[in-house]
């Protein structure tokens, strides 16, 4: 993926030297849908930053000044032009607008370069950042499947499963709302 800048960031392509700043946000997981990516030594983190560095679905989001690796943004194709959405950020940086303002330029990114006709995310029903986020990106909330999947389990051993609402937002509709902020 070509690098992309905001004000504060920079979007890019992993490198081997965010292996430090990755263990810090996915060593452990706060939302249950990232327990399966729980990364806690150096060498699984070399080993995931490898894969990620050759693939344009996870997108590393740096502080521009450090390139401090801070969180994430990732993707999924689904032909011809829909993409599936997501993202994962450290703790630490939360609260300042990074996930919002690497996600806004993301998304231009999709739709203006890649040509997206449709984004759209899952979110768990207890993720209330993850669905305010959503709503500040201008995404509509298209539904609520009620016990769509289980990342984990409950302490007799059985899945426990998740309800996950489903936010999406079409290129006309984006196009319009940033008409409408001119």
Not at 27 to 41: D, G, K, Q, W, Y
Not at 152 to 163: R, S
């Amino acid at each position: 993926m070509q690098t992309l800048e905001t004000n504060r960031l920079i979007l890019r392509n992993f490198v081997a030297t965010d292996a430090p700043d990755l263990i810090e946000y996915t060593a452990n997981p706060r939302v249950n849908c990232f327990l399966e990516h729980n990364i806690s030594t150096l060498e699984d983190a070399a080993i995931e930053i490898e894969k990620r560095s050759i693939a344009d679905e996870y997108i590393a989001v740096c502080l521009k000044g450090s390139n401090k690796l801070i969180g994430e943004l990732f993707n999924m194709k689904e032909e011809p032009d829909t993409y599936s959405i997501g993202w994962n950020f450290n703790a630490r940086y939360e609260g300042k607008g990074y996930a919002s303002e690497s996600a806004k330029a993301f998304m231009e990114y999709l739709y203006m370069q890649q040509e997206a006709r449709r984004l759209y995310a899952y979110v768990e029903d207890d993720n209330f950042r993850s669905q305010k986020l959503c709503e500040k990106l201008g995404m509509r909330q298209e539904g609520l499947f009620k016990e769509f999947i289980s990342f984990t389990k409950h302490e007799n051993g059985t899945p426990k499963y998740e309800n996950t609402f489903q936010y999406a937002l079409l290129k006309k509709e984006w196009l319009a709302q940033r008409a409408n902020q001119k």
